[in-house]
């Protein structure tokens, strides 16, 4: 025995600990919790505790109640979890409490180690020979209750000492907590190791005779007494958790598929189906379940459920207002397409006509950039028209099951996304959207951009055949809109089957109503702030814009005033401030840091070889720089800056044009086949294609040989050809509207766009200044100057001579 020293007890449960053991513990009791908290904040006891089990686990610890051997533990790990404690245990040495005390709820007691008994010569001989065959008993043992056998080698090739040995045994064999009680007191390791060896036979013995019993039992029971009392078991299961039997099941679903309203080939179908589950007899084999599943989806598809149409136009027009700011083409085209079915509805239901012939229309594609609310204003119709809305999204869709589903054969088998949309709503003739057609994959699973071929085709729909259903669905009466980006990517079958209204980019004017009137509250009342909290003003969004977003739709936008009002939320909240009010530049600089973009401006002042001309991409439009330079060489030409085929196509044409006119435009022919030629668009990094520059590249060529500057305050574009003349291009509203924001008031065209000016908003049209040619001369004639500088030097310098 050892000196006492004072710890505070965590009382163990239906448990009792050996030393040398390492094992978790859970701690919940309230007890319990203070008495580690205590042995955690004890100094010079290392988080040492002592671990002793209770004589009856269903009371609470209480000083009477507690063995008095237990074992001193170390706390090695702690993690906390709920309201209770995960500890690691390490048992260190045997010890026993003579006495419990409690004192602010926490039970402690002096405790005083105690050592094995010595263990005397001749006794050393039979400890050996009993440790060997307690060890093969536990082998045996840990065999019949199914523990692993490579742990049984490694448990038998141990190095245990005897007193480990029994420790390890005692503490993991199925005994009652005052048998291990009784083995923990046993200070003999000899006496301790018998009382073992007997604890183990009689648990061999007892797993044998359940083996026995288990077999017996087994061979008694013939296949049809066991299925028997299996069914029993599964229909006492199913009674205690609230589910069905067999017959019930098929009651069930035969009263859904009576209220379903179904067409009478679809219920004869669906009744030959019930009726084979019936005679199945056993919902939980594979087959039944398909059935059951396959059952319910018929039932539970909306084969004759409407929402009737509420073609109001007034009402319609101002739901397409309160939704949206500006789109008047496309509010244009969708109260037509709307003021059409009407009169189409009123027409039907004068002759009676059927409500699928009524649904027939177009298929209408919204087609723009992103962000420029081509889903929003799909969701707008659906409100208008008082229909369902489902929107299914085909981004990098590579399946053509998601289309048509899988057949109900394989595993995991479903519906396309379009039925299962319209069973989510409950209607047959929802809008539904088919957003981003242009992202379609294909692969060896099939191509969704054919299936939807079936499913657009107003002549075809009728009786669309989902794979996993196998029943033609009527979806004539669906309202179908697609949405995309791209044109180009959309296959053609498919393209032609749409009706396009194309979704132009914002103005920047727009953009500032839309954020006034839409982004910015919306934004306010995410990050819970109210109006009086953050307030900008036009000023400040109008550097937002600019310095901040470059698109042709609002989402960065969005993004960037969210940021600007999360940041305004956590200084108050912070108590830095109760309210901001962006309203210069230098407010947006301190919220969102230093600007983003760089925007193009107007060249400060004339120079040769540079000419400004117009671009457009899916962010909008915006002015570009082309450079011509000319040097002395062998009549070379270099086009730089990433440019695709066709761009360069536009510069050789170019400078056969200079050419083939040198006279007419003050150049010696003679000259120009000894000068080598470099087009540069900047910015190098970013590719660059297109017809329309070629305007814009012929004006700086011309420039850079004849010495003449370009205007720096007009920009140009358009398509041309050999023989000097300007055709028409495409983007000219985006085109226009990025000059007009990089400061140019004065704009070149082809003269065959002259239509395109009737897209611009009225305020920027009415700043700009156009000119609409028809030739490459005309072009030359507006945008060179008539002074003539020099861009290179003279082809042979003077020598200096010696003085």
Same mark, same amino acid.
Do not use: C
């Given at each position: 025995?050892?000196?006492?020293?004072?710890?505070?007890?965590?009382?163990?449960?239906?448990?009792?600990?050996?030393?040398?053991?390492?094992?978790?513990?859970?701690?919940?009791?309230?007890?319990?919790?203070?008495?580690?908290?205590?042995?955690?904040?004890?100094?010079?006891?290392?988080?040492?505790?002592?671990?002793?089990?209770?004589?009856?686990?269903?009371?609470?610890?209480?000083?009477?109640?507690?063995?008095?051997?237990?074992?001193?533990?170390?706390?090695?790990?702690?993690q906390r979890f709920g309201s209770g404690l995960q500890l690691v245990l390490y048992c260190e040495r045997r010890a026993a409490a003579p006495r419990y005390t409690e004192a602010d709820g926490v039970i402690r007691a002096p405790v005083i180690e105690l050592a094995d008994l010595p263990l005397r010569p001749e006794e050393e001989s039979a400890l050996e020979a009993l440790s060997r065959e307690v060890r093969e008993r536990a082998v045996e043992y840990g065999r019949?209750?199914?523990?692993?056998?490579?742990?049984?080698?490694?448990?038998?090739?141990?190095?245990?000492?005897?007193?480990?040995?029994?420790?390890?045994?005692?503490?993991?064999?199925?005994?009652?907590?005052?048998?291990?009680?009784?083995?923990?007191?046993?200070?003999?390791?000899?006496?301790?190791?018998?009382?073992l060896a007997l604890h183990l036979y009689r648990q061999i013995g007892i797993v044998e005779t359940q083996e026995k019993i288990r077999t017996t039992v087994e061979e008694e029971l013939g296949e049809r007494q066991r299925e028997l009392y299996l069914r029993e078991q599964l229909r006492a299961i199913q009674k205690e958790l609230g589910e069905e039997d067999d017959e019930n099941t098929a009651a069930r679903l035969e009263h859904k598929l009576q209220r379903a309203n179904l067409p009478a080939e679809i219920l004869q179908e669906a009744r030959r189906d019930l009726a084979r589950l019936r005679r199945m007899g056993r919902e939980t084999s594979p087959e039944a379940? *398909?059935?059951?599943?396959?059952?319910?989806?018929? $039932? /539970?598809?909306?084969?004759?459920? #409407? +929402?009737?149409?509420?073609?109001?136009?007034?009402?319609?027009?101002?739901?397409?207002?309160?939704?949206?700011?500006g789109l008047g083409d496309v509010k244009d085209r969708v109260l037509e397409f709307l003021a059409v079915r009407k009169l189409r509805v009123e027409q039907a239901r004068g002759e009676g006509e059927r409500s699928r012939a009524v649904s027939r229309g177009p298929i209408l594609l919204f087609l723009g950039p992103p962000g420029t609310g081509k889903t929003s204003i799909a969701e707008s119709i659906a409100r208008a028209l008082g229909?369902?809305?489902?929107? *299914?999204?085909?981004?990098?869709?590579?399946?053509? $099951? /998601?289309?048509?589903?899988?057949? #109900? +054969?394989?595993?995991?088998?479903?519906?396309?996304?379009?039925?299962?949309?319209?069973?989510?709503?409950?209607?047959?003739?929802?809008?539904?959207?088919?957003?981003?057609?242009?992202?379609?994959?294909?692969?060896?699973?099939?191509?969704?951009g054919a299936a939807l071929l079936e499913v657009l085709d107003p002549a075809q729909n009728d009786g669309f055949v989902d794979h996993y259903l196998g029943l033609p669905f009527d979806l004539s009466e669906v309202l179908f809109i697609c949405t995309a980006n791209f044109r180009e990517t959309i296959p053609a079958p498919l393209f032609d089957r749409m009706e396009t209204a194309l979704f132009a980019g914002y103005t920047e004017q727009e953009k500032h109503e839309i954020a006034r009137k839409y982004l910015l509250p919306r934004q306010r009342k995410e990050c819970g702030l109210?109006?009086?909290?953050?307030?900008?003003?036009?000023?400040?969004?109008?550097?937002?814009?600019?310095?901040?977003?470059?698109?042709?739709?609002?989402?960065?936008?969005?993004?960037?005033?969210?940021?600007?009002?999360?940041?305004?939320?956590?200084?108050?909240?912070?108590?830095?401030?109760?309210?901001?009010?962006v309203g210069a530049e230098a407010d947006v600089k301190e919220l969102l840091g230093r600007a983003k973009m760089r925007l193009e401006r107007r060249l400060q002042h004339d120079q040769p070889g540079v000419a400004t001309g117009m671009y457009y991409t899916q962010m909008g439009g915006?002015?570009?720089?082309?450079?011509?330079?000319?040097?002395?060489?062998?009549?070379?030409?270099?086009?730089?800056?990433?440019?695709?085929?066709?761009?360069?196509?536009?510069g050789r044409a170019a400078l056969s044009y200079a050419r083939a006119h040198a006279a007419e435009l003050g150049v010696p022919l003679d000259r120009l086949l000894r000068r080598?030629?470099?087009?540069?668009?900047?910015?190098?990094?970013?590719?660059?294609?297109?017809?329309?520059?070629?305007?814009?590249?012929?004006?700086?060529?011309?420039?850079?040989?004849s010495g003449r500057p370009v205007r720096s305050d007009i920009a140009m574009t358009g398509e041309i050809t050999l023989r000097g003349t300007v055709l028409p291009i495409g983007g000219?509203?985006?085109?226009?509207?990025?000059?007009?924001?990089a400061g140019i008031f004065e704009i070149l065209i082809p003269a065959d766009n002259e239509a395109d000016l009737d897209d611009l908003p009225a305020e920027v049209r009415s700043s700009l200044e156009f000119y609409m040619v028809s030739t490459l001369d005309e072009a030359i004639a507006l945008c060179l100057r008539l002074r003539t500088i020099r861009l290179e030097p003279p082809e042979e310098m003077p020598h200096a001579r010696a003085s």
């Open positions: 025995m050892s000196e006492r020293r004072s710890l505070p007890v965590l009382s163990l449960r239906d448990t009792v600990l050996f030393p040398g053991i390492a094992t978790p513990i859970t701690v919940g009791r309230l007890k319990t919790l203070r008495a580690v908290e205590a042995a955690l904040r004890m100094e010079g006891e290392d988080k040492r505790i002592f671990a002793v089990a209770q004589r009856d686990a269903a009371e609470e610890p209480t000083t009477g109640g507690l063995f008095s051997i237990g074992v001193i533990a170390r706390i090695t790990q702690v019949h209750r199914g523990a692993p056998e490579d742990v049984l080698k490694q448990f038998a090739g141990s190095m245990y000492g005897p007193a480990e040995l029994v420790n390890h045994i005692a503490f993991y064999l199925d005994l009652a907590t005052p048998e291990k009680q009784a083995l923990l007191e046993i200070l003999s390791t000899e006496e301790r190791m018998r009382s379940q *398909v059935l059951m599943t396959w059952l319910e989806w018929v $039932a /539970d598809l909306p084969w004759n459920q #409407r +929402t009737d149409d509420h073609v109001d136009l007034d009402r319609a027009r101002a739901i397409l207002d309160e939704d949206h700011h229909r369902k809305y489902v929107r *299914v999204s085909l981004g990098g869709a590579r399946d053509e $099951a /998601d289309i048509r589903g899988h057949r #109900r +054969t394989y595993v995991g088998a479903m519906p396309g996304r379009i039925l299962q949309g319209i069973k989510r709503v409950g209607s047959k003739n929802p809008v539904i959207v088919l957003d981003e057609v242009d992202k379609l994959g294909a692969s060896f699973q099939g191509d969704p109210r109006e009086d909290q953050l307030r900008v003003t036009g000023a400040a969004l109008g550097e937002i814009i600019s310095g901040y977003t470059r698109e042709a739709g609002v989402r960065q936008l969005e993004r960037t005033l969210g940021a600007l009002a999360r940041k305004t939320a956590r200084r108050i909240a912070d108590g830095e401030s109760e309210r901001a009010v915006d002015i570009m720089h082309v450079e011509a330079s000319v040097m002395p060489g062998k009549g070379d030409f270099v086009l730089t800056g990433q440019l695709g085929e066709v761009m360069k196509e536009s080598d030629v470099h087009i540069h668009v900047p910015a190098g990094a970013v590719p660059k294609d297109g017809p329309s520059a070629g305007v814009t590249i012929a004006v700086a060529l011309v420039s850079a040989l000219i509203k985006e085109k226009v509207l990025g000059a007009h924001r």
